[in-house]
């Protein structure tokens, strides 16, 4: 009887906790993210579909979804090339000063976007000397697109790097190095060899560079002036219906923005699912499992 009674308190104390922990985490969601995002779709389609199809056509958010679409194709396509570049430099090559590159690659991670911006106004302003060169050759930075496209890249840069890096650390080099003993060149090891084991990484790596572009709001909204009709991403459309007091506008692009970060996050997960369903069909797993 006495070790029954054991038994049922040893067992019941971890159910309980398990428990406990299972509410407090869905009530912080509850508060912290179901509510607010709920409300914001319910004061979206209160008044049916209409006023959202006509809140998002309007010229003003056109021209937001087409800045915010240009500004995030730059920013993506530039770490997507720096990201695999600096990945390869960083797991396949030693060379002095290898730390130091990694931690200056993770540094926008622990920069606050604003100081971003602010960064990038003191060097490429108008009046600074980058600046002032540039835009004597028909070249403006700031308040314009090159200065947005610059301030996401920054704070977006790590994410491909983070993703591609270990892949291609667990992938090694010995397929690579049979490649190249056979003849092939550098750029077909890379395309025969590399990029097919590391494809799911890279794609999770565009996905959420893609998520950071197109929510991006600290480090844009210092540099690109918020100019209404010109610099005006989606989020920064956003705070400027809603200081101007056309809530329909507003809540029509965040719920935008909002379908935006659940697609991401649902190609996300289904590209994690993918490659952890071919890392178990791959020979070298398969190997370590027998």
Known sequence: MANGGATGVSTSGPAAAKYW???????YL??????????I??????????????????????????VTVVVAAWAVGANTAFGVGASL?????????????????????????????????LVYGRFTPIGGWLESRGIQVIFSIPGMVL?????????VVSAVVPVLEELGDEQEQAAQTLGAGSWQTFSRITLPGIRWA???????????????????????????????????????????FDQPAAFAAATA?????????????CSGRRAAADDYRSPQHQQVLR
Do not use: D
């Open 21 to 27: 922990l299972r509410t407090l985490a869905l009530v």
């Open 30 to 39: 509850l508060f912290l993210l179901v509510l607010p995002v709920g409300l």
């Open 41 to 66: 779709a319910w004061r979206t389609f209160g008044g049916g579909i209409g006023p959202f199809v006509t809140a998002l056509t309007s010229a003003e958010a056109v021209h937001a979804f087409r």
């Open 89 to 121: 430099l960083l797991v396949r090559h030693e060379f002095p000063g290898k730390r130091l590159l990694a931690a200056l690659i993770e540094l926008p991670m622990a920069v606050s976007p604003v100081v971003v911006g602010l960064a990038l106004t």
């Open 151 to 159: 301030a996401t890249v920054f704070v977006s840069l790590p994410l």
């Open 202 to 244: 890279l794609g999770y790596g565009v996905v959420l560079c893609l998520a950071r572009a197109l929510g991006e709001y600290g480090a844009v909204a210092v540099v690109s002036g918020r100019l209404v009709g010109q610099t005006q991403t989606l989020t920064l459309f956003v705070e400027e219906r809603f200081q101007n």
């Open 257 to 269: 923005l909002a379908l935006l970060a659940i697609v991401t996050l649902l190609v996300t997960n």
